[in-house]
């Protein structure tokens, strides 16, 4: 469609102040064409600022917003080629589901044929045939969702700009429309930045995700590498689950070992580059990257992790048995482990055990960061 | 245990009954107090006599000597005619005071702005009067008065009369706008720019449909607010200019006849009309049903 080598989307060095507040603070994004990308943080993080601001919504304090390598300066929404789906929808009551989404057609003076004809494709895409003389207060949310998606695609902009789009519906509806807005977007093409506080949906729907917290971006990947390579305490804690264990670090370079309060020593894969010996840092696992051993099957050697455990809950989930393992120096860790591998690898409450997991799992953070 | 138990039930329904008795006494009580002058009014108006206070038959007499008195038949056009020009002004000054109030949040002086607009419906209608009589006084306006000639009746209409009635309706119609505004969703007016309308096509297009009600609203309150009004009209029309009020005030101090009656009772049927009217238009706002175009 474009220049594959332009970005859709370009923040260069971003800043916004609301008074004294900086809500967005030095933010740096290129976003390829085409391209899913989700914005993800907690509510406060400058997720929906950001967005807000590629649209024309808020104008950066400082800083530039490039649409297609175009900077977009003090230009006001209605002349930007981009186009959203508000987090309330926003349909207008007062017209009907065909009003409101030939709205913006209609707008840049499309001949009525054509509006008709693209109106009625439009329906077909969100599967809403038949509804044109609705009005909004007459459809579900899940109907109004798709309206609203309707209503900024006909545009064909170039890029799609979402604000929580599925906030609003309970999470079945929610599931379901995860994977009808992916497929949307792989059949329109169009370059998608969708804001959203829910990691499993980020995960699930992006290409890459932003990763923000209090008005910066801490860490931009795909979802695989952002949910097993975090950079930083928080996205390691915000994304997924994950085990914290405090610990100090004994060396640093090209292997990394600590020390847990109980006295184990741990390898670790990766360290934040800061880390000095000394430091008090924490060191994170995935529980599902964790195993159960009795304490004669455990392995010796090899590149492992190993601390000793007394197991203090056992919750069965049906996929998984989740374990809760306390360990020496008031720490606890959580298990994950797959259910029908035999009664043998089933452990009881009170068991001692030995967790195991690979090193290069593991990963050690400042614990202020 | 159980016929003491059998008293206390009987004493809590005796209660019960009393209490909903006094409830019931007093609503009618209130109502009478509110309501039995204006029925007496209305029905004295269909009395064939001359008697305020003695029922002597129905009759539409009082109602035909009406329509036949030159005086009142012009009151009644310059009260007509005074709110219909001051409630077109009032609203489209009102609208915009609204929007600049509840859209525009930050403007020099927007405090005091805010507290000024509301300053007509706080302070008394006879301060008002007096000081808007001084400024016509002061300003040079005077009563010049404004010719027109409506249903076969030449009226003179002191533009100073039609002036002082904007000045306070603006107030009200601006009052009951915001109320609309406040609860209108304003991303709609986003949503409307998202796709390239400019600000001025969004207004006609999405704010205006959508505040249109309390606009409707506040129109037919100036409107019953004017037709009603008596002591800015008194003060600000100089000498000879009557509206309907001010002509019924100078009728009964001539003593109280059953043509008053009647005339009262026309502008009490017009008013509740008005009002009913505002009270639905308002009432579109919870029903989103309601078709603007």
């Known amino acids: 469609m474009s220049d594959a080598s332009v970005p859709?989307?370009?923040?260069?060095?971003?800043?916004?102040?609301?008074?004294?507040?900086?809500?967005?603070?030095?933010?740096?994004?290129?976003?390829?064409?085409?391209?899913?990308?989700?914005?993800?943080?907690?509510?406060?993080?400058?997720?929906?600022?950001?967005?807000?601001?590629?649209?024309?919504?808020?104008?950066?304090?400082?800083?530039?917003?490039?649409?297609?390598?175009?900077?977009q300066g003090y230009k006001p929404p209605y002349q930007r080629p981009v186009n959203t789906v508000f987090q309330n929808y926003a349909l207008f009551p007062h017209m009907t589901v065909a009003q409101n989404i030939a709205f913006g057609l209609e707008m840049r003076g499309v001949p009525k044929d054509e509006i008709r004809r693209r109106v009625g494709e439009m329906l077909n895409l969100v599967r809403l045939s038949g509804y044109e003389k609705r009005r909004p207060h007459q459809l579900s949310g899940g109907e109004q969702q798709r309206v609203a998606l309707a209503r900024a695609l006909i545009n064909q902009p170039k890029v799609l700009l979402l604000d929580e789009p599925l906030g609003a519906l309970d999470l079945k509806l929610r599931k379901a429309m995860q994977l009808e807005l992916k497929a949307i977007q792989e059949q329109v093409g169009i370059t998608f930045v969708y804001v959203t506080h829910d990691q499993e949906e980020a995960i699930t729907m992006a290409d890459r995700i932003a990763v923000m917290n209090h008005g910066r971006v801490l860490q931009v990947g795909p979802p695989p590498e952002v949910y097993e390579q975090p950079r930083t305490l928080f996205v390691a804690d915000f994304i997924g689950e994950t085990n914290f264990i405090p610990v100090e670090v004994l060396r640093v370079g090209s292997t990394v070992e600590v020390l847990t309060a109980g006295g184990a020593r741990l390898q670790a894969g990766w360290a934040e580059p800061s880390l000095n010996a000394g430091a008090p840092a924490v060191a994170a696992v995935r529980p599902e990257r964790m195993w159960l051993h009795r304490p004669n099957t455990a392995p010796e050697g090899g590149p492992w992790n190993r601390v000793e455990g007394i197991v203090r809950h056992v919750i069965y989930h049906g996929l998984d048995i989740r374990y809760e393992i306390h360990l020496a120096g008031e720490c606890s860790l959580h298990v994950r482990l797959p259910v029908g591998r035999g009664d043998a690898d089933v452990f009881q409450r009170g068991e001692h055990v030995i967790v195991v997991w690979p090193s290069e799992a593991t990963r050690v953070f400042r614990r202020d960061s | 245990m159980t016929a003491s138990a059998a008293k206390v039930a009987r004493q809590h329904r005796t209660r019960h009954w009393l209490r909903r008795g006094l409830f019931v006494a007093y609503g009618f009580l209130g109502y009478a107090f509110f309501y039995l002058p204006i029925v007496i009014l209305v029905i004295f108006s269909f009395n064939d006599s001359r008697s305020v206070s003695k029922w002597s038959g129905f009759t539409l007499r009082w109602y035909e000597a009406m329509l036949q008195d030159h005086q009142i038949m012009v009151a009644l056009w310059n009260s007509v005619f005074v709110a219909v020009v001051s409630t077109l002004i009032a609203t489209v000054l009102g609208t915009l005071a609204a929007l600049a109030l509840e859209r525009y949040r930050r403007f020099p002086a927007r405090l005091f702005a805010d507290i000024t607009l509301y300053l007509p419906i706080i302070i008394p209608d006879i301060a008002m009067a007096i000081m808007l009589l001084a400024f016509f006084k002061l300003s040079g306006i005077g009563f010049q008065t404004w010719k027109v000639s409506i249903a076969g009746l030449r009226l003179a209409v002191p533009y100073s009369v039609i002036i002082g009635h904007v000045a306070f309706n603006i107030s009200f119609v601006a009052v009951v706008v915001r109320a609309r505004l406040a609860q209108m969703d304003r991303t709609l007016d986003e949503a409307a720019q998202d796709l390239y309308a400019t600000p001025w096509r969004t207004f006609w297009r999405v704010t205006l449909p959508l505040m249109m009600p309390g606009v409707l609203g506040g129109a037919l309150l100036a409107f019953t607010l004017s037709l009603d009004d008596f002591v800015i009209t008194f003060f600000t029309s100089g000498a000879g200019f009557n509206t309907l009020p001010v002509r019924v005030f100078g009728m009964i101090r001539k003593g109280v006849t059953p043509k008053i009656n009647a005339v009262s009772s026309l502008m009490l049927g017009f008013s509740l009309l008005l009002v009913t009217l505002a009270l639905l238009a308002a009432r579109g706002n919870e029903d989103r049903k309601i078709q603007m175009f």
């Not at chain 1, 807000?52 to 800083?63: A, C, D, K, S, V």
């Open chain 1, 8 to 71: 859709a989307v370009e923040l260069r060095d971003v800043v916004k102040r609301f008074d004294d507040v900086v809500a967005v603070d030095h933010v740096s994004l290129q976003i390829a064409p085409g391209e899913f990308f989700a914005l993800l943080g907690p509510s406060g993080s400058g997720k929906t600022t950001t967005l807000r601001m590629i649209g024309g919504f808020e104008l950066p304090t400082e800083g530039e917003v490039l649409i297609e390598g175009e900077p």
